[in-house]
């Protein structure tokens, strides 16, 4: 399934400028997935319902600031959040891995070993939600 059809009753932002991208890269001291750097080049992060599950993903701007804010560096290094379900969990990037899978994991007791697949890259994850 395509992500627009996936997302057409989100509340979705602008797309975040190229610059946004580039500095939130930056920041972040790592590489994004190319599926998930469009979406914020055409998003820059929303929210809504897919399917029974509601999702929250954070702009380019954010990116830094909330991983920094929940202190994933220090309690499960080597994730990069990128949002959430809007209550106890996240959701981000193994960055560890080279295809950089999402994972889910706790906010509060955060930790690596907590840390759950749940699918392939970005779009995979949409993909998994929608199902």
Request: net charge negative.
């Amino acid at each position: 399934m395509k992500t627009e059809e996936i997302l057409k009753d989100w509340q979705l932002n602008p797309g975040a400028s190229v610059d946004a991208i580039r500095d939130a890269v930056s920041l972040l001291g790592c590489s994004l997935p190319p599926d998930y750097v469009q979406f914020l080049h055409d998003h820059d992060g929303g929210e809504g319902f897919i399917g029974d599950n509601y999702l929250i993903l954070w702009k380019a701007e954010e990116l830094s600031i909330f991983n920094r804010e929940y202190e994933v560096e220090q309690y499960a290094p080597g994730l990069l959040l990128f949002g959430s379900d809007g209550g106890g969990e996240g959701y981000g990037f193994d960055t560890r891995d080279a295809a950089m899978p999402v994972v889910r994991v706790p906010f509060i007791g955060m930790e690596l070993r907590y840390a759950r697949a749940v699918a392939g890259g970005f779009t995979d994850f949409l993909n998994q939600l929608a199902k």
